[in-house]
T-cell receptor, first 110, second 116 residues
Framework: DAKTTQPPSMDCAEGRAANLPCNHS???????VYWYRQIHSQGPQYIIH???NNETNEMASLIITEDRKSSTLILPHATLRDTAVYYC???????????FGAGTRLAVHP | DTGVSQDPRHKITKRGQNVTFRCDPI?????LYWYRQTLGQGPEFLTY????????KSRLLSDRFSAERPKGSFSTLEIQRTEQGDSAMYLC??????????????FGQGTRLTVV
């Protein structure tokens, strides 16, 4: 079973920041937080991951709380092309695999 | 290399027929994963390989399903005696794993199977 909890859906206005929350209260010390997204009829796309520090790349920022029990993915200036299902996954690597939950369906509207 | 490639993209088959899907991972990746996704759900893990060794199989992978990765390169997923419940998107992903290094997994575009 997925070890994360996400809201089933969110809306965001184009050009505004989209803040997608994720709860992972049972995360272990060696587990990373990964975010993927899936645009309709395509395979999941990697966005970003982090262990305990905040991370930023060209796609998004990841903010992880100090106790690591929750995180927020931030899309700073959402566009219509960011409409997708966003998955938050905890993953330790090694001999484990990505376990997907139901994700958050983000709708970006004009 | 343009990423993970899956073939075919779409497959329609009659119930009871056998089908085989192919996945070509990113060339230097030693890990290869198979997932299944039904409408409105997140991808469900089926199995994964490290090089040619199949390291784990999900309980979702019934006896009618078999996956291979000969020579540690491409992989095939075969479904025998297909049932309507097998209708889904089958996703392949690859990554690189070694001591001290683990890349993120990259997914292909999937093969959509429809069993009629």
């Amino acid at each position: 079973d997925a070890k994360t909890t996400q809201p089933p859906s969110m809306d965001c206005a184009e050009g505004r920041a989209a803040n997608l929350p994720c709860n992972h209260s049972t995360i272990s010390g060696n587990e990373y937080v990964y975010w993927y997204r899936q645009i309709h009829s395509q395979g999941p796309q990697y966005i970003i991951h982090g262990l305990k520090n905040n991370e930023t790349n060209e796609m998004a920022s990841l903010i992880i709380t100090e106790d690591r029990k929750s995180s927020t993915l931030i899309l700073p200036h959402a566009t219509l092309r960011d409409t997708a299902v966003y998955y938050c996954i905890v993953f330790s690597g090694g001999y484990n695999k990505l376990i997907f939950g139901a994700g958050t369906r983000l709708a970006v509207h004009p | 290399d343009t990423g993970v490639s899956q073939d075919p993209r779409h497959k329609i088959t009659k119930r009871g027929q056998n089908v085989t899907f192919r996945c070509d991972p990113i060339s230097e990746h030693n890990r290869l994963y198979w997932y299944r996704q039904t409408l409105g759900q997140g991808p469900e893990f089926l199995t994964y390989f490290q090089n040619e060794a199949q390291l784990e199989k999900s309980r979702l992978l019934s006896d009618r399903f078999s996956a291979e990765r000969p020579k540690g390169s491409f992989s095939t997923l075969e479904i025998q005696r297909t049932e309507q419940g097998d209708s889904a998107m089958y996703l392949c992903a690859s990554s690189f794993r070694s001591t001290g290094m683990n890349t993120e997994a990259f997914f292909g575009q999937g093969t959509r199977l429809t069993v009629v």
